[in-house]
């Protein structure tokens, strides 16, 4: 019954649920515009701890489990429970940054670094004329990477998550207003982005968020994961050159993009075995960037759920 509930949880509830809002991102674009980044850092930072105290909150529960993964440990254990505290105040600070930083292009370009290889890459592209998928993943500040791209001219297509949600749909228009083309991954979606690299541009998506009812299971660190595969389709019919990209974090606060040498799809007689075979060769890449600091990744949707591989001991 809701009037048994304590009132600390009603309250970080209504907290949560306000965050993931339309009115929650109109308040984030406010204390960030108008706020100094001192003070937005600092709520943020007291809005991460009352979350990570929810230890059964779905968002606790999906980080708890694909660190337990990661590092091989059982979900309730005290090093799984430590990474999962140092994710939320993580992702407190990053997206502070990208609200605080938003409408500030050259601060961006700033603050975001291109890795001496994807500067390589992104140089070899323009001057081959042969498009570009770049596979990232989403660690440190991905978000403000998005941008980053948008601010250096690139002019990316971006493909989102599918059927998203409303907040999902605000923070897309944001993206959009901004010139990062932000469309949710559908068959059309997969039409422009093919035309996009047929033409020698530039396309960004996501490798390692899951997908509900997932039909193939590529393996990542080792074990069967929800995690798509379609853009290795997309790659093999537009003859793109594939990298994966990840965001790290810098001892100066600063961030750079870091760039996986080129992971080669090859084509494969039976369907099935080309989808799973080629993206597990795209998630050994990612899960390199993810192992040099799992604390940077800011993956909040059980990856392995399908799949579970720990018991918690206790």
């Not at 999962?84 to 993580?90: D, E, L």
Request: with cysteine.
């Amino acid at each position: 019954m809701l009037k048994d509930q304590p009132r600390t949880t009603m309250k970080i509830d209504l907290i949560t649920k306000i965050s993931m809002s339309n009115t929650g991102i109109r308040m984030a674009l406010w204390m960030g515009e108008k706020l100094p980044a001192g003070i937005v850092y600092r709520i943020a930072s007291l809005l991460a701890s009352a979350a990570a105290t929810r230890r059964n909150s779905k968002l606790m529960r999906a980080i708890r489990h694909n660190q337990s993964v990661i590092l091989n440990q059982a979900e309730n254990s005290k090093a799984v429970a430590l990474q999962a505290k140092r994710i939320v105040k993580n992702q407190s600070r990053y997206l502070s940054d990208f609200y605080h930083l938003l409408n500030q292009p050259s601060k961006v370009v700033e603050k975001m670094h291109f890795s001496p290889r994807l500067t390589e890459v992104l140089a070899n592209a323009r001057s081959s004329q042969r498009g570009l998928l770049l596979l990232t993943t989403h660690t440190s500040a991905f978000d403000l990477a998005g941008l980053s791209f948008a601010y250096h001219g690139l002019q990316p297509l971006v493909l989102g998550v599918p059927n998203p949600p409303k907040s999902y749909l605000w923070q897309n228009r944001l993206r959009n207003e901004r010139g990062l083309l932000t469309l949710p991954m559908s068959i059309s979606a997969l039409g422009q982005a093919r035309e996009r690299l047929q033409t020698g541009g530039l396309v960004v998506t996501g490798l390692d968020r899951p997908l509900p009812d997932a039909k193939h299971h590529p393996r990542f660190f080792d074990r069967p994961s929800d995690l798509p595969v379609a853009y290795v389709r997309l790659a093999l019919r537009a003859d793109a050159r594939v990298h994966v990209v990840g965001c790290r974090d810098m001892p100066d606060g600063s961030y750079q993009i870091e760039c996986s040498e080129e992971v080669v799809f090859e084509a494969k007689p039976q369907s099935d075995i080309e989808l799973i075979e080629n993206a597990e060769a795209a998630l050994r890449q990612a899960q390199s960037i993810i192992q040099h600091d799992p604390t940077l990744w800011m993956m909040f949707f059980p990856v392995w759920s399908s799949h579970p591989t720990l018991i918690d001991k206790g």
